[in-house]
């Protein structure tokens, strides 16, 4: 499993794919709560992502990542 907990520049947070290991979860399910949500979360501040490429040898579209703070998380 991937590090539940992440620490960058002081900042702690998880991500939407950890979310979904850790709940045993789809990562498309997560990522759709998140972004029916999204207006409440960005109560506790903005929500950053990235887009990681995709491992599949013939390509295909990257998968958005959300990056979650604690009080995100709570």
Not at 52 to 67: A, D, E, F, I
Request: with cysteine; net charge positive; glycine share 6%.
């Amino acid at each position: 499993m991937n590090e539940l907990i992440l620490l960058k520049n002081n900042d702690v947070f998880t991500t939407s794919l950890v979310i979904a290991e850790g709940t045993r979860n789809q990562h498309k399910s997560v990522v759709a709560l998140v972004k029916k949500h999204m207006e409440y979360f960005k109560r506790f501040g903005n929500i950053r992502f990235s887009d990681l490429k995709s491992t599949n040898l013939q390509g295909g579209r990257p998968t958005k990542v959300y990056y979650l703070n604690e009080q995100h998380c709570l």
